[in-house]
């Protein structure tokens, strides 16, 4: 069976964030230079597309971060879409499709509208057959973003696209830049990869115009990071929320969030799978075994056996999984254990949800306005 002990941490991932042990110190001090490379080859790119990014006419509302790992992003672009749809505006979600065949071919493509769903996990990817489950609204992938830009312009008239993951994305410019930071993870030890779990510098924050503290379940209470390039940046707080379970076939049912002393078999292919744990055991659940795959994981029919037979063997109510894994487990027969996904939601503090909708409908109108310009 190709998964881990989640509770074993990738040895990367324990370098990123403990003090480095004297047997290390060689392989830090390579790691480090090849840091040092990295970030120079970062800033060389960053002044590339400083001048020479494409403009859409459509206003682009990235969701980005700035570390590897799950940030909550995908969570918080769906929210943010959702909440200007509810408002009346016409959003269309871009997504660069990591895993799927077509973004590997350099295709942009259509993943869904309106409710219908035009691709399988294996041809965009996870995250976006995902989200179409839970946003009515145009989903295409491109891994040139542009490209996906011109495909949902041409599929409908549209108020504003929203970029998954698009913090890096540099060659397309945007009206907003939304920065995710993991509460509890913070930056770890600061430095970029492959020393540590940056994807650029920390002093990439001005490049934000607003940052998002997100506190994920299952953690202690959070601490502020502190972002030294962030004066003046407005913040937000967000939660990351245990919202409801999902059963499929026949299309996405909500069943009651009621895990208190079930035991269940977790199984996920996140790049942090503890978190999930933490996450299901916040919920008073018993973690009877905990299956954690390699992120984005595509699960083959020994995973399923192993699968069935970890959830027999632990005696288990049932399978949980996240809804990104759920795409690509529910083709999966039926097995005697039920099958679940566990779905966060997004809440932001009292008063950011307000602040939030002003600033990304500003941004909009100000673009629209110097269109008609």
Not at 216 to 222: C, D, L, M, Q, V
Request: proline share 7%; aromatic share 6%.
């Amino acid at each position: 069976m190709n998964a881990r002990d989640a509770g074993r941490r990738p040895f990367m991932e324990r370098l990123w964030r403990t003090p480095i042990p004297p047997p290390l110190v060689p392989l830090w001090g390579a790691l480090a230079a090849a840091s040092f490379a990295y970030e120079s080859a970062l800033a060389a790119r960053a002044r590339f597309w400083k001048t020479r990014s494409a403009r859409s006419a459509i206003p682009i509302l990235s969701v980005g971060n700035l570390t590897v790992g799950g940030n909550g992003k995908t969570p918080f672009a769906l929210y943010l879409g959702n909440l200007l749809r509810a408002r009346g505006w016409r959003i269309a979600i871009l997504s660069r499709g990591f895993g799927g065949r077509l973004s590997r071919r350099g295709r942009a493509a259509m993943v869904a509208d309106g409710g219908r769903i035009f691709a399988s996990a294996a041809e965009a990817g996870d995250e976006p057959v995902m989200m179409a489950h839970r946003f009515a609204g145009p989903i295409a992938i491109a891994r040139r973003r542009i490209d996906g830009v011109r495909l949902l312009a041409a599929h409908g008239a549209l108020d504003a696209i929203i970029l998954d993951d698009g913090f890096q994305h540099l060659g397309l410019a945007r009206e907003l830049d939304l920065v995710l930071i993991d509460e509890s993870r913070g930056f770890g030890n600061g430095w970029v990869l492959p020393a540590g779990p940056m994807r650029e510098p920390a002093g990439a924050l001005v490049r934000a115009d607003a940052i998002v503290y997100v506190q994920r379940p299952g953690e202690a209470p959070a601490r502020r990071v502190p972002a030294p390039a962030s004066h003046g940046i407005p913040a937000f707080h967000a939660r990351l929320c245990p919202r409801a379970l999902i059963q499929s076939g026949g299309g996405w049912r909500e069943a009651p969030l009621n895990l208190a002393g079930r035991r269940v078999v977790a199984v996920s292919g996140l790049a942090d799978p503890d978190g999930f744990r933490r996450t299901l055991e916040a919920e008073g659940a018993i973690v009877a075994a905990n299956l954690a795959f390699p992120d984005h994981h595509e699960y083959s029919d020994a995973d399923w056996s192993a699968i069935a037979n970890a959830a027999r063997d632990a005696r288990a109510d049932a399978v949980i999984v996240t809804t990104k894994d759920l795409v690509k487990i529910e083709r999966f027969a039926a097995a005697p254990t039920p099958l679940y996904a566990l779905e966060l939601g997004v809440a932001l503090e009292p008063g950011d949800e307000a602040r939030l909708l002003a600033l990304a409908e500003a941004r909009m109108r100000g673009k629209c306005a110097a269109h008609q310009d």
